[in-house]
């Protein structure tokens, strides 16, 4: 039996013309380094855990603090002691979303490790960090880079699939326009994907 949904058949033409359209190949290094930009630029993500107890889905907005593995293994500062870190460590499976207000959009799947490592934590410590977490006036949760409740999140990615526009608004404007006139998908997107064998050859 098939794990795929479909609700037609188009016969030998394409139900997804979008896709068909805009999907771009192209050397692994610039797609690499588009996302790698696209993420700097955003700077803020929608990171999706597990909750253990019922096995819903729950997203939450994080800056972006570091990357690593080429650009693709991202790193992001946690309260060990909050919901997320909890959700982790019964599924460490992990989704990183990211947006902008051009519709450009990137997803990256993967595996998360909840970091305590003190010298990794104050490589990318931020004081910033103390009113996040506060400071208890016990000497020892200060909200510093010693405070154990500082930790990192870094998100080992496995694939990554994302849209960037390919031409200005002027132009997506035309070829939208003459899609809806035509019925023919507009070629707007730079649409690709990054497979798992190849984040592999990036980490390598």
């Keep these: 039996m098939s794990d795929k949904f479909s609700n037609t058949d188009t016969g030998d033409k394409t139900a997804d013309p979008y896709t068909a359209k805009?999907?771009?190949?192209?050397?692994?290094?610039?797609?690499?380094?588009?996302?790698?930009t696209f993420m700097e630029r955003c700077?803020?993500?929608?990171?999706?855990?597990?909750?253990?107890?019922?096995?819903?889905?729950?997203?939450?907005?994080?800056?972006?603090?570091?990357?690593?593995?080429?650009?693709?293994?991202?790193?992001?500062?946690?309260?060990?002691?909050?919901?997320?870190?909890?959700?982790?460590?019964?599924?460490?499976?992990?989704?990183?979303?990211?947006?902008?207000?051009?519709?450009?959009?990137a997803s990256i799947s993967g595996v998360a490790s909840i970091e305590t490592d003190r010298a990794l934590v104050s490589k990318y410590y931020s004081p910033a960090l103390k009113a996040w977490v506060g400071d208890l006036g016990d000497?020892?949760?200060?909200?510093?880079?010693?405070?154990?409740?500082?930790?990192?999140?870094?998100?080992?990615?496995?694939?990554?699939?994302?849209?960037?526009?390919?031409q200005n608004i002027v132009g997506r404007g035309v070829e939208f326009a003459k899609g809806v006139a035509t019925g023919s998908a507009p070629n707007v997107n730079k649409l690709r994907e990054i497979s798992e064998d190849e984040v592999k050859q990036c980490e390598s």
């Design 22 to 36: 805009n999907k771009d190949e192209t050397s692994l290094k610039e797609k690499v380094d588009d996302l790698v």
């Design 43 to 105: 700077k803020f993500g929608m990171m999706t855990t597990r909750i253990g107890s019922n096995g819903l889905l729950v997203s939450r907005c994080m800056a972006l603090a570091a990357k690593e593995g080429g650009g693709l293994d991202l790193l992001f500062h946690t309260n060990t002691e909050s919901g997320k870190t909890d959700d982790l460590k019964s599924d460490p499976k992990i989704n990183i979303a990211f947006l902008n207000s051009s519709g450009e959009w």
């Design 139 to 166: 000497g020892k949760h200060d909200g510093g880079p010693e405070d154990p409740r500082i930790g990192m999140i870094k998100v080992n990615a496995v694939t990554a699939t994302y849209a960037i526009v390919n």
